[in-house]
Nanobody, 120 residues
Framework: VQLVESGGGSVQAGGSLRLSCEVS????????MGWLRQTPGKERERVAS????????YYAPAVQGRFTISPDNAKNTVYLQMNSLKPEDTAMYYC???????????????WGQGTQVTVS
């Protein structure tokens, strides 16, 4: 499974960004796609995840109501729409895949390369 993120960048507080994660490979090996973020010196934290084929989503309390995770099955892509961005959202954002959603980053076997989001 290969994951490629895009869409990061720099934005002012209150602005929006949409991250994309294009997935290829053995798609039958996973049912959950997550977006996780990491700042220097901290563990990667899950901010959102979705179970494919269902409407089941998870959002971290810090992003609830501001971020939306959504799949485009035709494009094998999962998006993270981020609105009302705050400086504390600044981080490297990764998409990751696993058979079952988990809050623990080390449980995810498949990762993208990451995309930087900076909010000033």
């Amino acid at each position: 499974v290969q994951l490629v993120e895009s869409g990061g960048g720099s934005v002012q507080a209150g602005g929006s960004l949409r991250l994309s994660c294009e997935v290829s490979g053995d798609t039958y090996t996973y049912n959950c796609m997550g977006w996780l973020r990491q700042t220097p010196g901290k563990e990667r934290e899950r901010v959102a995840s979705i179970i494919f084929g269902t409407s089941a989503t998870y959002y971290a309390p810090a992003v609830q109501g501001r971020f939306t995770i959504s799949p485009d099955n035709a494009k094998n892509t999962v998006y993270l729409q981020m609105n009302s961005l705050k400086p504390e959202d600044t981080a490297m954002y990764y998409c990751a895949a696993r058979n079952i959603c988990s809050s623990t980053s080390r449980d995810y076997p498949y990762w993208g390369q990451g995309t930087q989001v900076t909010v000033s």
